[in-house]
């Protein structure tokens, strides 16, 4: 400073201001002229500038302020629930809570930490994990869990620790109908069952709302119009919760009995072709997410199939009855007790001397059912079981129902239609069986199965008339009854009639000699029949392994059970146990 | 003229004033009435989960355990049922 003042003094001293030529010199008058012109456009730039951001492209700034105080605040949809046809309960979707942090503003002790593992189960370790790095702006803790537990992980007091609701799905009738109701997975997206097969009805639709909040973060005023959630359908089964529970807990009981590895019931309607249950044991509870792997997922009444040995007879001589080739009494002889077809031998597991065409069906006769079967066309034969059902993709709306086999007749050799006439050779599923079965309980007509309620009967198709319907019916009785395959199947108060089917499981290309498979379908009250049930029990190991042993009770005890819930009279006379005798009561 | 004006201004300000306060009133208002909402909707999913929770106190396995071991009922067969027919009840009722 002080050296600035000096030289300046200096410069005083030796200029002359009056004259200086800095002064004298002109400024050039474009100079200013072009300062104008500079400034002119800066305000020029500036003023489009601003009506480009104001009023040209307004959006991105509009956007960017909404942003910061307008919300979009999600309305979820609930997806739909799943009642039998009573109303009761087999699926609905709870809100839950599900617990979040933001790691990097947790502040617990390590106490506080144990505490919180134990009480979401979650082990402490891999909880600490979670909550280690401090980077991380969320994670999930643990979704979809229980009220009283988000209650006590708040009672703890730790900062950071959110809670989001979500739906968690809730399956009250638990394994009993888990096969036929399925699961959803986390993000509530139906994987197995109905809740697969009827997704697109059952899930939602979530809503919106735009609204502005205020700094307290209350709602204080709702933009534009709110989009309302669309909440899934409610969808009602034909099934009877009771009846699945109580046909569940028979096959489970009857798996455990004979040591078997699997078992699986289907109760139809015969009227209406409802399926009242569908059950299968091993079971999984569809509620707890980590069992949900392996064999015990499959729906074995719909996705296994097997060969239907006797149950096929029935069919195979309703179609002799109605071509006329025979009568329920005309004789024919299976001494002795052996076939030999094409250099084949089919034999009966007990020989028999002449059989009636009814008695063939109650000894359940190979022998029998083959020389009626030579005397058929094959293609008569395959259109028969092809019009019941067989080797055709069950008309149902649920995944994984398959279709069996059934070949085409012209490469069926003699020996071959021989064995398929007692059902070998061929394949089929026990709800195929099940339904093939309509054709004798509605007088010659099979109808469709459905899952649904039926508001109008259904179409059927006719396929052998209503008296060959009512005869093999009347053999199916004498099947069930005394003196038949499967006098077990009989119900105190019902008359039922029925078949009974044992096989040899089939492992690669061989029959085995000790795994067996035993099933029974019958239908009752055998005069009006109004419920079909079938049975089937897999590889049951516990010294008996027929039919009529094994799945015959079974059947009995559905039907003596369904039939009364129904409310079905008794068509048979039952003696009266009644003991206590009551004043008579006047009116 | 002076006179004219004050009052002027002085209606405008009570007028703004009330603006003001209409404005804060019906954001107050919408607060509640969405609070209320909110409310509602957690009624409502309160109620659904209730509505479960009953359900599953009421599956058939559980009742029937209880008929058979707390209240010691059997279960119904034909042999110990009385049927009764629509015509006997119109007799029973002519009486």
Not at chain 1, 128 to 154: C, G, T, Y
Not at chain 1, 525 to 534: H, K, L
Request: aromatic share 6%.
């Amino acid at each position: 400073m002080k050296l600035g003042r000096r030289q300046s003094g200096a410069a005083a001293r030796s200029v002359s201001y009056s004259s200086s030529p800095l002064l004298a010199s002109k400024t050039p008058p474009w100079r200013s002229k072009l300062l104008v012109a500079l400034v002119g456009l800066g305000s020029c730039l500036l003023i489009g500038r601003a009506v480009t951001i104001q009023i040209v492209n307004n959006d991105f700034y509009l956007e960017q302020g909404e942003k910061r105080y307008a919300h979009e605040l999600e309305l979820p949809a609930s997806r739909g629930r799943i009642t039998d046809r009573h109303g009761a309960l087999l699926a609905t979707s709870v809100s839950v809570p599900s617990v979040w942090a933001i790691p990097k503003d947790v502040q617990a002790t390590r106490e506080q930490i144990r505490q919180l593992a134990k009480l979401l189960a979650l082990p402490a370790a891999e909880l600490e994990k979670k909550l280690a790095d401090p980077n991380a702006r969320f994670a999930w803790l643990k979704r979809q869990i229980d009220e009283p537990v988000w209650q006590q992980v708040q009672a703890l007091g730790i900062k950071g620790i959110y809670q989001t609701r979500e739906y968690r799905r809730k399956y009250p009738e638990g394994e009993a109908a888990a096969h036929l109701v399925g699961f959803t997975d986390v993000e509530d997206h139906g994987q197995e069952g109905i809740e697969l097969a009827f997704q697109k009805d059952l899930q939602g639709r979530d809503g919106s709302r735009m609204v502005v909040k205020d700094r307290l973060g209350r709602v204080v005023e709702a933009i534009g119009d709110q989009v309302d959630p669309a909440h899934g359908l409610d969808i009602t089964l034909a099934v009877d919760a009771k009846v699945q529970f109580f046909a569940y807990q028979r096959v489970r009981d009857a798996v455990a009995e004979h040591k078997a590895k699997a078992g699986s019931v289907v109760v139809l309607d015969a009227q209406s072709g409802e399926v009242l249950a569908l059950a299968n044991y091993p079971s999984f509870n569809p509620a707890e997410r980590r069992n949900l792997t392996g064999a015990q997922l499959r729906n074995r009444a719909l996705t296994d199939t097997f060969e239907p040995g006797s149950t096929m007879k029935p069919f195979v001589v309703a179609w002799a009855l109605e071509s006329g080739r025979v009568t329920p009494t005309t004789p024919i002889q299976t001494a002795p007790g052996s076939i030999t077809i094409t250099g084949s031998t089919i034999r009966d597991a007990h020989p028999h001397g002449v059989l009636t065409v009814a008695e063939v069906i109650q000894k359940s006769s190979n022998v029998g059912t083959v020389k009626l079967a030579m005397q058929m066309d094959r293609r008569e034969m395959w259109e028969l079981y092809s019009q019941v059902g067989f080797g055709q993709k069950p008309q149902l709306q649920f995944p994984g129902a398959v279709t069996g086999r059934l070949r085409p007749y012209k490469s069926w050799r003699p020996i071959e239609q021989a064995t398929m006439s007692y059902g070998y050779g061929l394949s089929t599923s026990l709800f195929q069986l099940a339904r093939a079965y309509t054709v004798f309980a509605r007088d010659g007509e099979v109808i469709p199965a459905s899952m649904l309620q039926q508001t109008a009967p259904p179409t059927g198709l006719r396929v052998i008339k209503p008296e060959t319907a009512r005869a093999v019916r009347e053999m199916l009785r004498l099947a069930a009854g005394p003196g038949g395959t499967a006098p077990k199947a009989q119900t105190i108060g019902y008359s039922v009639g029925g078949k009974t089917g044992t096989a040899h499981k089939q492992e690669g290309k061989a029959y085995t000699t000790d795994k067996y498979r035993a099933w029974f379908v019958g239908m009752a009250p055998i005069e009006n029949p109004r419920i079909i049930v079938a049975v089937m029990i897999d590889e049951p190991n516990n010294g008996v392994h027929y039919g009529g042993d094994v799945a015959a009770p079974v059947f009995s005890q559905v039907v003596q059970q369904t039939l009364r819930m129904m409310g079905v009279a008794p068509d048979l006379d039952v003696r009266p146990q009644i003991v206590t005798t009551a004043v008579q009561e006047s009116f | 003229m002076t006179r004219l004006n004050m009052i002027l201004v002085l209606a405008l300000l009570a007028s703004s004033l009330y603006l003001v306060r209409t404005a804060y009133d019906s954001r107050r208002l919408f607060a509640e009435l969405d609070k209320a909402k909110n409310e509602a909707a957690r009624l409502d999913t309160e109620s659904k989960r209730l509505e479960a929770e009953r359900e599953a106190q009421a599956t058939s396995l559980r009742v029937e355990r209880t008929a058979r071991e707390r209240l010691a009922m059997r279960t119904a067969t034909p042999a110990v049922t009385v049927y009764v027919h629509d015509d006997d009840v119109a007799a029973g009722a002519a009486k």
